[in-house]
């Protein structure tokens, strides 16, 4: 089996289904507008405990993510620099890889 040559390599290989940048930004998207907790989170993006904490330490430790207390429950909010990640990570994949032209090209084939 070839070794990965690069990081990116490694983010998208350690995961079955959806590479840590997904992951990353759908807890991002989640917790924009309203905060949310890590059970509703856990349920909505369908991930293990361990990776929503592992997720929810690393987007916090680069604060694009805060902790709120609502009532005695934690919970997330994506902070002003999370926003703006976001908005640059979807920019950056609508440059490079012009989804519309791809539906478009899927739906004539």
Do not use: H
Not at 59 to 84: F, N
């Amino acid at each position: 089996m070839n070794e990965p040559n690069n990081s990116l390599d490694v983010v998208v290989m350690n995961s079955s289904k959806r590479s840590k940048f997904e992951i990353w930004s759908e807890v991002l998207e989640s917790c924009l507008r309203r905060p949310r907790s890590q059970t509703w989170l856990l349920r909505k993006i369908r991930l293990k405990t361990k990776t929503i904490k592992t997720t929810l330490q690393f987007l916090e430790s680069r604060d694009l993510l805060e902790q709120i207390e609502d009532t005695g429950i934690i919970k997330y909010l994506t902070t002003e620099k999370g926003e703006k990640a976001l908005i640059q990570f979807y920019t950056l994949i609508i440059e490079f890889f012009d989804l519309k032209a791809t539906t478009k090209d899927e739906k004539s084939s």
